[in-house]
């Protein structure tokens, strides 16, 4: 690859600094993370429209698959791999107790959009939960547990 075809960044993820990296310049950043072994990163439709590929930049849960690994220069990032506190703890409890991970493909976009759900401190509805996930696509549990999950985490944490 040419230089002009490259740019270098730093950046961390999961506390971990990535300094002086070279990256393509049109590289997506879930492809950079998956290429560094990052894999609960999933890619779905690409389009940022499924949810699948959220990750936290700067404290905002936002879709990888929209931004180029070049604009996470200077970013703080936490991937689903990164959360591993007590809180996603409970949360990753909760979501096992009501079996919300079925086959697991939606479930890192879940769960961190339950960590900014959690993070906002406010206690939910049933019907502003399903508007929180409602950009999370998943296509086996119909979205019940889920809901189940995120209300009582909600409740032990708030």
Request: proline content about 1%; charged content about 20%.
């Amino acid at each position: 690859m040419s230089i002009k075809n490259s740019i270098n960044i730093s950046f961390s993820v999961n506390g971990e600094r990535f300094d002086n990296v070279t990256v393509p310049a049109r590289q997506h950043l879930a492809d950079y993370l998956r290429s560094q072994g990052l894999t609960g990163t999933h890619l779905g439709c690409e389009q940022g429209a499924c949810g699948a590929c959220t990750i936290e930049m700067d404290g905002k849960a936002v879709r990888s698959c929209l931004i180029l690994a070049s604009q996470a220069n200077g970013s703080s990032i936490t991937t689903v791999e990164g959360f591993d506190d007590d809180v996603m703890e409970k949360v990753k409890n909760n979501f096992l107790k009501h079996n919300a991970f079925q086959c697991g493909f939606c479930s890192p976009g879940m769960l961190m959009t339950t960590k900014e759900i959690i993070s906002s401190k406010k206690k939910l509805s049933r019907d502003e939960i399903r508007s929180e996930i409602s950009g999370n696509y998943c296509r086996c549990t119909g979205y019940q547990s889920i809901v189940d999950a995120i209300e009582e985490s909600i409740n032990e944490i708030n």
